[in-house]
């Protein structure tokens, strides 16, 4: 079937997966790895105290001790060490109450956007009722009920943010509703629930993945101020912000306790964020 | 002279196929000439390519545009927008979305007058005022303070016709102006774009599909197919004999109430095999020149 | 001959958003005023109007996806005016429908053999990926076309794959909501003709929505006009052109633009 649109390139126009997904994607695997392997792949044992090793400089400055090769701290246990086990914790959190966020604030932005009617109306006041209450205060009064640990930041976390996802799904869902392929859908003779998860599910996958890897970040930045005010896990496992919470306290003697962590910090949240826009434009079939 | 000369202009995606292959048009002042294009995501970049506004994806690759006798490519950037605004305008297609849905419509005519042509603000009002009446609408002091919402299809489309003279430019580039309307609106705004083009005497660069308006509004006609210009010629002489099959073939696929035999030939595919054979060996001549 | 959907004083009432007052419910706007008509089996009736008409509306009252306030429906003697979503189902495929926007009749995410097959797999058919292979035949597309995505098609191909989906559950009826008004004249072409073959060989009733005249003088032969909600013509085609009845249908007329540069139009 000759037409002139094959002559004019449109279809051709594609967006390459960038750089910037295979970077973020890069770090985050490499982090995973050493979360999952922490044990075997950390140098030394990050809870050994030496006090003789006190503040020794990383590996390339002058007088650094072998084998330490971002520096100790103040009480002489590896920083490197510290920092490949601090990732356990912020991996759980993001993965886990990211994953928990999703699927309920995804859910009932879903169903309030196609559905509309008296469940719109439930989800949408219980979503106005619940993001009055500030937040901050909220999950600290969450975790001074149930206590420190790792599944009360979590909990903290989803509770919180579930709303975010819920608006901009529902949002999302109510604009495919008035697509005509819905209104097929129908005509052919589906019925609501399954147009839901054909039509709108699929349309809404890429908007939920960055916002997922959104949420993935926030986890870990919330993670770590936690620990930071020492609301986090109980135990003297490391966590990055409670490093930075030390490393605070000896920053002129020893710059590397507070930068190492808070650079790692950095950089794994800068990456959810780029891999979920990365993924966003690599899965998208649709190309205006 | 024309007003409007477009040499051997070639415009592509970047670093892919092209979109328009060597268009030379020109439109001389008062004169209002119509482009024909069958379809294809670049029937509105040639009038793009002259205003400026081709999408951050496409760029040009080749050829000249002539505005009153400079050629605005060979410009730095900030001249080339200043000799556009000063010298044209636009009469965008969607009435809907060409109008920004936050501000009245006052400001939207006076605020281009007043902050990029430096006019005070009471004769930029003036001047809105007599445009709207102009265009025939009722109440230009209501209507400047309305919302678009507030407002009927036909009624944003002569504002923008309004908005396109309100400068005095020498040439407007009319973008499928009535696509989006009723068909009996459509006639009233044609009516409308054409006398106040002949009373400002206005040239006008014409875009459309349907060859019913052409005819009606335009005197002169450029059709298209990917791109490339395959006949160019009056409109009293395209519809008594085209001289390209293509366009033949345009003509025999167009209804007309009238005769319900006529129309609906869609173009056969010897034909557009053919075309398709001169455009690729157009390519091919490209590449090697 | 027997008529396969009767329509009487057909009304329908929708909320007008716009003038949502804070507390209670939104005015309701009546679309359509009392309408009434009928569609013999095998035939095919244009409907025609300006935007504001309430054609669309008409159309959507038609397969069921609006229900009417009042008055009635009947398809081949069944009153479906008022009946719920689950009785309607399996009926559903009897009366299909095509819609005007190439772009958002399909979903992107599908590929052509999906979008065609999901309505076979709703209500039960058997050797799915046959019947999509013939319906790709029967509007003429590639049968290879089955595995492209929408955004692979151009707008004449997308609305050929909306036939195929409306075809392929062999229905009764079909409703055509201005299916070629995106459409260049050439896409149109074929898309027309098209439709003109499929409702000869398959035994189609069809209903043709669309402001264009010169479309449905060549495809219709019983033409409905609607203006603000109410039927001002409803005649035989030729009939209709001959001799135009309504101010409004003359108004109609006189707005085209014949492709003819000698005959004044202004």
Redesign the interface.
Known sequence: M????T????S??RRRAGLRLWLSAAWLGTLCILALFAPWIAPKDPLAQDLFLGRMPPAWVAGAEPGYWLGTDSLGRDVLSRIIHGARVALSVALIAGAITCVIGATLGLLAGFLRGWVDLLISRLIDIWMAFPPVLFSILLIAVLGPGLWSIILAIVVIDWTRFARVVRAEAMAQGAMDYVASARVAGRGRIGTMLREILPNVLPTVTVLLTLEMGIAVIVEAILSFVNLSISTDAPTWGGMIAEGRASIHQAWWVLVFPLGTLFLTVLSFSQLGEGLKDRFDPVLR | MSFLAIKNLSI??KK????LRRVSLEVSSGEERGRV??????KSMIGKAVLGILPP?VEVTGGEIWLDGTDLLRLPLAERRRRIGALAALIPQDPLTALNPSHRIGPQITDRLVDILGWRRADAEARARDLLTEVQIAEPERVMRAYPHELS?GMRQRILIASAFAAEPKLIVADEPTTAL??????QI??LI?QMQARHGTALLFVT?????????CQRLSVL???MVVEDST??DF?AAPRHPYSA???A??????D?QA?????P?SV??AV?AE?AAFDRSAAHG | MADLYQIENLRLSLADMAAKPLFGPAPRLEILKGLTFSIPKGSVVGIVG??GSGKSTLGRALVRLLEPSSGAIRFDGTDITHLSEAELRPMRRRFQMIFQDPMSSLNPRHRVSAIIAEPLRLHGFDAISDRVSRALDHVGLPRHFASRYPHEL???QRQRVGIARAIALEPDFILADEIVSG????????V??LLERLVRELGLTLAFIS????????LCDQTIVLYRGEIVEDRPT?DL?DRPGAAYTR????????????QP??
């Open positions: 000759a037409d002139a649109e002559l004019d390139g449109r051709q126009v | 592509g995606l892919g196929p092209p979109l294009w069958e379809s294809g995501a670049g994806s299809g009723d068909v009996t609106v459509q006639k044609l009516k054409s599909h349907d060859l019913g308006v052409v005819s009606k509004v197919y990917a791109g409109v009293g519809f073939a345009l003509l696929a167009t209804p007309k109430y009238t319900p129309g609906l030939n869609p173009v595919d557009i095999a398709r455009v | 300006g935007s151009s707008g004449g459409l260049d004249v050439s896409s149109q072409a074929q027309l003709n402001h264009d005249l010169a479309v449905i003088r060549r030729a052109f108004e109609l007329l006189e707005a085209i633009p014949l492709p003819d540069p000698a139009w202004f």
